[in-house]
T-cell receptor, first 112, second 109 residues
Framework: IAGITQAPTSQILAAGRRMTLRCTQDMRHNAMYWYRQDLGLGLRLIHYSNTAGTTGKGEVPDGYSVSRANTDDFPLTLASAVPSQTSVYFC???????????FGPGTRLTVL | GQNIDQPTEMTATEGAIVQINCTYQTSGFNGLFWYQQHAGEAPTFLSYNVLDGLEEKGRFSSFLSRSKGYSYLLLKELQMKDSASYLCASMDSNYQLIWGAGTKLIIKP
């Protein structure tokens, strides 16, 4: 692994189903983030984690949950998917403070 | 409130120079980032400014004026591969990034 990986690359999901998007980094970064990107809108922060064992809510947390059991992994779960959660989801990580955020390749999710 | 504004789309000619502007209102400002994003790909880091002035990095330069809440990204000697979206993001007092919607740059031969 080099950098950040995300899985799956893309997914079509029926409304009401549960889905977990996976994110793993090998840079030993303390902070990790989940964003969604929709056409015409900037990246919007869903949840973040400043260090393993802690998480926080971003701008659009409703319908999503996260966990940070260790430094490397930061999964995002949609408990019961709805069509408005159709989006491209990016995971990112950074060292601390003003350090640069580095992004994974993204997951394109379609909820029907 | 916190807000970032940048133009939606710009067009420029190969070999020319283009300036992409960004204005921001951010509480507890901790710097201004520029990212490049090609269609269907992840954003990649271009520059970070926290002090006033111009930072030059090859063909790309970034400028910041904290008193005016203003930044720009300057791209010189444009190449076709520079066709992408350019994202402006300011960092707030909690070290969270507030993102603009991005400027789609179209390069014409």
């Amino acid at each position: 692994i080099a950098g950040i990986t995300q899985a799956p690359t893309s997914q079509i999901l029926a409304a009401g189903r549960r889905m977990t998007l996976r994110c793993t980094q090998d840079m030993r970064h303390n902070a990790m983030y989940w964003y969604r990107q929709d056409l015409g809108l900037g990246l919007r922060l869903i949840h973040y984690s400043n260090t393993a064992g802690t998480t926080g809510k971003g701008e659009v947390p409703d319908g999503y949950s996260v966990s940070r059991a260790n430094t490397d992994d930061f999964p995002l779960t949609l408990a019961s998917a709805v069509p408005s959660q159709t989006s491209v989801y990016f995971c990112a990580s950074s060292g601390a403070g003003t350090d640069t955020q580095y992004f994974g390749p993204g997951t394109r999710l379609t909820v029907l | 409130g916190q807000n970032i504004d940048q133009p939606t789309e710009m067009t420029a000619t190969e070999g020319a120079i283009v300036q992409i502007n960004c204005t921001y209102q951010t509480s507890g400002f901790n710097g201004l980032f520029w990212y490049q994003q090609h269609a269907g790909e992840a954003p990649t880091f271009l520059s970070y400014n926290v002090l006033d002035g111009l930072e030059e990095k090859g063909r790309f330069s970034s400028f910041l004026s904290r008193s005016k809440g203003y930044s720009y990204l300057l791209l010189k000697e444009l190449q076709m591969k520079d066709s992408a979206s350019y994202l402006c993001a300011s960092m707030d007092s909690n070290y969270q990034l507030i993102w603009g919607a991005g400027t789609k740059l179209i390069i014409k031969p």
